[in-house]
Nanobody, 112 residues
Framework: QVQLVESGGGLVQPGESLRLSCQASGSISSYTMAWYRQAPGKQRESVAAITSGGGTKNYRDSVKGRFTISRDNAKNTVYLQMNSLKPEDTAVYYC??????WGQGTQVTVSS
């Protein structure tokens, strides 16, 4: 299976933006891809998913209108644009070809 490597996390203030990237080591063009997150003491939860061609995207209710998932199959990369970040978005964010292929995660911290 391909290796997934996330990047782009960091510390931002509420209301700011971040763009996460997920670089795959091989082709992901036929895969539905997803972003998940896990906050301290909480279970991992899905954030967004995108079908292989990018035609269908799904989001959890709490991020709708603020987060956008996209992909560039030519670059084997999936993105998560996160706007209007809130403290409750603080978590480790994971890229995935669910259910068995996961990246190592990137930390996102939203704090004033």
């Amino acid at each position: 299976q391909v290796q997934l490597v996330e990047s782009g996390g960091g510390l931002v203030q509420p209301g700011e933006s971040l763009r996460l990237s997920c670089q795959a080591s091989g082709s992901i063009s036929s895969y539905t891809m997803a972003w998940y997150r896990q906050a301290p003491g909480k279970q991992r939860e899905s954030v967004a998913a995108i079908t292989s061609g990018g035609g269908t995207k799904n989001y959890r209710d709490s991020v709708k209108g603020r987060f956008t998932i996209s992909r560039d199959n030519a670059k084997n990369t999936v993105y998560l644009q996160m706007n209007s970040l809130k403290p409750e978005d603080t978590a480790v964010y994971y890229c995935s070809h669910p259910p068995t292929n996961w990246g190592q995660g990137t930390q996102v911290t939203v704090s004033s």
